[in-house]
C-alpha cells in the first residue's frame, strides 16, 4: 500500500459543479496535511492546510478530515475552468514536527464549460 | 512579500558533467526544503533544513547528490556527476516553523541530462 494515494484521475466536471478530490494515508500518527494546486509547467500552489477533524472552509474550496478513516478531502464548489490542473495533498506524517513528508501523486481536474 | 526564488529556471547538460541550483527562499523563513518531481508524479523530498542543519536527509541519493545551507538562508543542491536519469523539475520550497508550517514552492528548475 502507498503511503498516500489520491483517487485516480482524470476528474471532468461541468462549470459549476463541485469537484471532489480525495487522498488516503497509511500512517495513523499523521498531524498535518495540505492541499496543493499545481498548473501545467508551474510549481504548487498552497490551497489550504487542515490539522483537526473536521471540515475547514476557504472561499469556494472545502478540506476535510476523518484521522479515523485515514482520508482527507478537498471540495471545490461552482467549479470554473480556471480551476483545471492537478491537486496534490500533502501529509506529515509521524509523531514529531519532523515527521515524514509525503506527497500524493496528484488528481488531474478538468472543468468544461 | 518576494516568493522563493530559484535558479537556473532551465539547465540542460551532459550526462556525467555536475550541475547545481540555487535557492533563496521567503525572507524570515528558516525551514527549507527540496524536492524532485517527474513528470506525472508528486514531489518527492530529498532533504529538509531547519536554519542550517539537514534535519531530514533520508532520500538524497548521497553517493551523487549533496546539499548546504550556509548561514541559514540561500542552499545549493549540487549533482555530480549527473545521470539520465536526473532529469525532472527540482523544486525548492520554504515554511516559517518547524514541522506544520505551510510550504511555498519556488518556480522550479528544470534539468535535462543528455
Known amino acids: 500500500q502507498k503511503e498516500v494515494e489520491q483517487n485516480s484521475g482524470p476528474l471532468s466536471v461541468p462549470e459549476g459543479a463541485i469537484a471532489s478530490l480525495n487522498c488516503t494515508y497509511s500512517?495513523?500518527?499523521?498531524?498535518?496535511f495540505f492541499w496543493y494546486r499545481q498548473y501545467s509547467g508551474k510549481s504548487p500552489e498552497l490551497i489550504m492546510s487542515?490539522?483537526?477533524?473536521g471540515d475547514k472552509e476557504d472561499g469556494r474550496f472545502t478540506a476535510q478530515l476523518n484521522k479515523a478513516s485515514q482520508y482527507v478531502s478537498l471540495l471545490i464548489r461552482d467549479s470554473q475552468p480556471s480551476d483545471s490542473a492537478t491537486y496534490l495533498c500533502?501529509?506529515?506524517?509521524?509523531?514529531?514536527?519532523?515527521?515524514?513528508?509525503?506527497f500524493g501523486q496528484g488528481t488531474i481536474l478538468t472543468v468544461h464549460p | 512579500e518576494a516568493g522563493v526564488v530559484q535558479s537556473p529556471r532551465y539547465k540542460i547538460i551532459e550526462k556525467k558533467q555536475p550541475v547545481a541550483f540555487w535557492c533563496n527562499p521567503i525572507?524570515?523563513?528558516?525551514?527549507l526544503y527540496w524536492y524532485l518531481q517527474n513528470l506525472g508524479q508528486g514531489p518527492e523530498l530529498l532533504i529538509r533544513?531547519?536554519?542550517?542543519?539537514?534535519?531530514?536527509d533520508s532520500q538524497l541519493p548521497k553517493d551523487r547528490f549533496s546539499a548546504e545551507r550556509l548561514k541559514g538562508v540561500d542552499s545549493t543542491l549540487k549533482i555530480q556527476p549527473a545521470e539520465l536519469g536526473d532529469s525532472a523539475v527540482y523544486l525548492c520550497?520554504?515554511?516559517?516553523?518547524?514541522?506544520?508550517?505551510?510550504?511555498?514552492f519556488g518556480p522550479g528548475t528544470r534539468l535535462t541530462v543528455l
Open positions: 533544513y531547519e536554519n542550517e542543519e539537514a534535519v531530514d
Open positions: 500533502l501529509i506529515n506524517a509521524g509523531g514529531t514536527s519532523y515527521g515524514k513528508l509525503t
Open positions: 487542515i490539522y483537526s477533524n
Open positions: 520550497a520554504s515554511s516559517s516553523g518547524q514541522g506544520y508550517n505551510e510550504q511555498f
Open positions: 500512517d495513523r500518527v499523521s498531524q498535518s
Open positions: 525572507s524570515g523563513h528558516n525551514t
